[in-house]
Structures are given as C-alpha cells and as structure tokens.
C-alpha cells in the first residue's frame, strides 16, 4: 500500500515538472514581486538564460537593464545568451543547463526571425513543453502566441527583412498583447484592440500586470494601470 501511495506522488510530481509555466509580462521589473510565488519555489540561487536579442535593433534598451535588475534583486544567476551570435548548439546546451528562460522586449519580428535562423524557436517549445519555467517581457510574451503579425502596429515588420513566416511559438492559444494603453502605445496598442478582438482571442494586459499559465490553468494578475512609461 505504501508503494502504491510513493508511486503516485511520484506520478504526480512528474506531471507537475512536465506542466508547462509561463510568465507572461509586458514589464517583468514591474511585476517581479509576483514571480516566486507563482514558481512556486525559492528563485534564489536558480539559474536563468536571459536572452536580449529582441532589443538590439531598439534604440532604447533601459527595459533589458530593468529586468536584469529584478532577476539579480531576486537572486538569480544570470547567463546572458545572444541567439543571433551563438550556434545552435550553444543555444541548445545554455537552454538546457539553465533552470529559468527569458527572454526580454524589442522587436518581436527580429527575435522571431533570430530565433528561427537558428533552430532557437524549436529548442524553446521543447524545453518549455517539457516544464522548464519561461517568462517573457513584451516581445518576449507575444511569441509565445500562434502568429506575431498582430503586433505589426506595435513593432516595426522590416527589421526583420529575412523573416516571411510570422507563426510564434504557438505555446498558448491565445494571443498576448503588451503595454495595453501604457505610454508609448496607448494608441497603437488600443489599434490591436479595435482591428483583432473580434478576430483572435486577444489578451491585453498593463506594464503592470502578467498572464500566467501553469498547465491549462491561465490567469491575469495585477491591475490595469494606464499611461505609465514602458
């Protein structure tokens, strides 16, 4: 009977480490107070793959600086990982040693076109399809959705002139739309809204709020605050 009992926990903490866990943010720094609590374990001393790739066609990249902060605040140890300038199996073996993924804002379509030259966007899907916790800021959310061509009033298309398929990552079935009228986007972002709500199944969130998904169970935390900065 007790084998019986210590086989079924067993079973059960398998599912549980094979559950996929998303955190989804449009400003990770902004809602990091929430992330140990839904990982569900101490954060401190966890290794992180923190991807910037997204930010390097941008301009402004105090949003990665923001981030990269709250992880260390957290206790994390951070290992930076450039897609566009690592191999493949670089790549692959960085994902894998590390405990946590992110992967920060930018240009959701130079990221996906980065990500898909290098094979980084299957290598994702298996990682996080086999449990490993992922969490994305902006850009980094958004390819978790089926498609990222949605984001195209966001998100300036010809940075990424070698990207001509626009499916994301499709972890979710839902498509995840960032900086819900937060400056600088209250107008684009409410464009979104008004051209694919009717379409898709949008899901518009604050800088100041996550969508977190832990299996099939999806839930929208914080408030909707509008017209702070990015």
Do not use: C
Request: overall charge neutral; glycine content about 6%; cysteine-free.
């Amino acid at each position: 009977m007790k084998k019986l009992t210590q086989m079924k926990k067993l079973t059960q903490m398998k599912k549980l480490s094979q559950m996929k866990k998303l955190f989804l943010t449009s400003s990770f720094s902004s809602v990091a107070k929430l992330f140990e609590d839904f990982a569900g374990e101490p954060v401190k001393g966890k290794k992180l793959a923190f991807i910037p790739t997204a930010s390097l066609v941008e301009k402004v990249r105090f949003y990665v600086d923001d981030d990269r902060k709250a992880f260390e605040k957290l206790g994390l140890i951070i290992e930076e990982l450039e897609v566009s300038t690592a191999t493949t199996e670089e790549i692959a073996t960085t994902l894998e040693r590390n405990d946590y993924i992110f992967i920060s804002g930018g240009n959701t379509f130079y990221l996906m076109q980065e990500l898909k030259k290098k094979g980084a966007d299957k290598l994702l899907i298996e990682q996080i399809n086999n449990g490993k916790l992922y969490i994305g800021t902006s850009a980094g959310s958004v390819i978790a959705s089926p498609t990222v061509e949605f984001v195209s009033d966001m998100d300036e298309t010809k940075k990424a002139p070698e990207l001509t398929d626009y499916s994301g990552l499709h972890l979710v079935d839902f498509y995840f739309l960032p900086h819900y009228l937060n400056f600088p986007y209250e107008e684009a972002s409410q464009k979104v809204v008004n051209d694919y709500s009717q379409r898709i199944d949008l899901r518009p969130i604050s800088n100041n709020q996550v969508i977190t998904v832990l299996g099939d169970e999806i839930k929208t935390l914080g408030k909707l605050k509008q017209g702070t900065k990015k």
